[in-house]
């Protein structure tokens, strides 16, 4: 597995904001989609936010108009920047990188031909 290292996790209360960053160096260059996946206790994985080396951008219907991916080329680093959290969004967050033929969240699961993740940065928003 290569490696993706994730930080900015962290405890905030409900309503508050926190950016996640990911360092992809490990991955870009075999890689054309990164993205954010979380994972809840008792929950399976789902897909967050991701973007493609088009810009092309896709959100879970839980966060739209909440958080916002973005990607710095320059440094090599992925961001998820997660504004108005909620409870529900208290989760273990996980970087991805992965190749395929327009990914989604939705599809990069399933239709990757590669895929590699970081070890996951603890996210807890409180009431």
């Known amino acids: 597995q290569v490696p993706l290292v994730e930080s900015g996790g962290g405890s905030v209360q409900a309503g508050g904001s926190l950016r996640l960053s990911c360092d992809v160096s490990q991955a870009t260059y075999n890689s054309n989609w990164w993205g954010w996946f979380r994972q809840a206790p008792g929950k399976e994985r789902e897909g967050v936010a991701g973007i493609d080396t088009d810009g092309s951008t896709s959100y879970s219907d839980s966060v739209k108009g909440r958080f916002t991916v973005s990607n710095d080329n320059a440094k090599n680093t992925l961001y998820l920047q997660m504004d108005n959290l909620k409870p529900e969004d208290t989760a273990m967050y996980y970087c991805?990188?992965?190749?395929?033929?327009?990914?989604?969240?939705?599809?990069?699961?399933?239709?990757?031909?590669?895929?590699?993740w970081g070890q996951g940065t603890q996210v807890t928003v409180s009431s």
């Open positions: 991805a990188a992965a190749l395929g033929y327009k990914l989604t969240i939705s599809t990069m699961l399933g239709q990757a031909v590669s895929n590699y």
